[in-house]
């Protein structure tokens, strides 16, 4: 399908329900760190939006990294770490912020590459989850949100580097309406 026959479709997520999503997550993570001083990781580009919104939430003391890996698609080659963090993180508490867990690949890669660093916990939380889609299993601590098998751009998540600028996330819908049905299913229309 070519990218013109995709179109940006419906609101899935609007602002001000990702907002209360990020405050009650942090309020739980506020709990759960208080008396640790985790690194945070954000995954780039997709997660910088919620990473930043979350950790503006957060009470306890944490190091905020940034960590870019090269693409890879449906196990097709490994990933590869193009920019890594730059925080020792032996004996560190490591927490994953991710915009989506998909097929789980990414996750996976990320998960093994940290717990070789560190001895301690290595903990996952994530805006969207999508276990339609997982290839992999992996283990995700906090999900803002579960989706079903929908493609979805805005607040951080692109298509081929657009509408990462959206404030709400949105689905991308295909000519056939197939994502609109799903929506249908969620309660969303
Ligand atoms: O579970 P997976 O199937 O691995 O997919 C999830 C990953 O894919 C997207 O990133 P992408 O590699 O597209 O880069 P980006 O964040 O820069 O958009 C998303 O931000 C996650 O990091
Ligand atoms: O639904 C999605 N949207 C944007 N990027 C993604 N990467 C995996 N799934 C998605
Ligand atoms: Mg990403």
């Known amino acids: 399908m070519s990218e013109e026959e995709f179109q940006l479709g419906e609101v899935v997520f609007s602002s001000s329900e990702i907002e209360k999503k990020i405050t009650d997550l942090a309020q739980r993570l506020n709990q759960e760190y208080a008396a640790s001083r985790p690194v945070l990781v954000c995954v780039l580009k997709g997660a910088v939006f919620f990473a930043v919104d979350l950790s503006r939430k957060l009470s306890f003391d944490f190091d905020l990294e940034f960590i870019a890996l090269s693409r890879f698609r449906s196990g097709a080659g490994k990933a590869v770490i193009e920019k890594d963090v730059e925080t020792e993180l032996r004996n560190r508490e490591v927490l994953i912020v991710e915009d989506i867990v998909d097929t789980g690949l990414t996750l996976h890669f990320l998960i093994n590459t940290f717990r070789k660093r560190t001895l301690k916990e290595v903990r996952v939380c994530t805006l969207l989850d999508c276990p339609a889609r997982r290839i992999i299993d992996v283990a995700v601590d906090y999900a803002c949100f579960e989706i079903p098998d929908i493609y979805v751009v805005g607040y951080g998540l692109d298509f081929k580097g657009r509408f990462r600028n959206l404030n709400e996330i949105r689905?991308?819908?295909?000519?056939?309406?197939?994502?609109?049905?799903?929506?249908?299913?969620m309660g969303k229309e």
């Open 171 to 185: 689905v991308l819908k295909d000519p056939y309406g197939r994502s609109t049905q799903i929506l249908k299913q």
